[in-house]
C-alpha cells in the first residue's frame, strides 16, 4: 500500500508538515516534529526504522498508519539509545530517560493504526503543546501515545513499547 508520494530518505527529514509514504525497508532519520495535518494520511510501510533524534514527535492531526509484519517490523526509536538485559537500574538504564518524544494525536486525528511496531526510548519531555485546547496535556508531558478524538478509531496491534520516564499512554476517548 502507499499513499501520496514517496517521502525521500536521502538526508535528516526536518521539522514540518509530512504526508506520503516512507518506504519499505529504509532508514529515516527524524531531526524534529513531524506534523500530519487535518485530512493528510502519513503511511509507514513494513520494515522502516526511524531514527528520532533532538526529542521528535510525531503531531498527528490527520491519519497516520504503521504498518509493519512479523518478518518486518517497523522501528522508531532514538539511536543514542541501547536496550539493558538484565538487571537495570534508574541510573544505569536510558530506558528511563526518554530520547525522542512520543505520538501526539489531536481531536482531528480521525485514524491511527499501528501495526508490528517497536515504539522504543520514547517520552521525551514536550517543549511547547503540539496542538490547541489539548484536553490534558501539559508542556513536559512525556507519554509515547496520546490520543485525544473521541469519534477516532485507534488501532494498536503486535507492537510494544520499551521504556517510558513516564505513563507510555494516555487515552481521552476513541474507538
Keep these: 500500500i502507499q499513499v501520496g508520494k514517496p517521502i525521500s530518505n536521502s538526508a535528516t527529514l526536518p521539522a514540518g508538515t509530512y504526508k506520503g509514504t516512507m518506504l519499505a525497508n529504509q532508514t529515516y532519520t527524524v531531526g524534529g516534529d513531524i506534523t500530519i495535518n487535518a485530512g493528510d494520511t502519513l503511511l509507514i510501510q513494513k520494515g522502516v526504522t526511524i531514527k528520532m533524534t533532538n526529542g521528535a514527535n510525531f503531531i498527528v492531526n490527520g491519519d497516520l498508519i ?46 491511527v493504526v499501528i501495526k508490528w511496531t517497536h515504539l522504543d526510548f520514547g517520552g521525551a519531555a514536550l517543549k ?8 490534558s496535556l501539559k ?9 485525544e478524538n473521541p469519534d477516532g478509531v ?16 494516555r487515552f481521552y476517548g476513541g474507538h
Design 154 to 169: 485507534f488501532i494498536m496491534e503486535d507492537s510494544w513499547m520499551y521504556g517510558s520516564p513516564d505513563d507510555a499512554t
Design 66 to 111: 504503521f504498518l509493519g509484519t512479523k518478518d518486518a517490523p517497523i522501528t522508531i526509536t532514538d539511536p543514542r539509545r541501547h536496550k539493558t538485559t538484565g538487571t537495570s537500574t534508574l541510573a544505569t538504564d536510558s530506558a528511563y530517560v526518554g530520547g525522542w518524544g512520543g505520538i501526539y494525536c489531536s481531536n482531528t486525528s480521525k485514524l
Design 128 to 135: 511547547a503543546l503540539p496542538f490547541q485546547n489539548a484536553t
Design 139 to 147: 508542556t513536559g508531558a512525556q507519554f509515547i501515545l496520546y490520543f
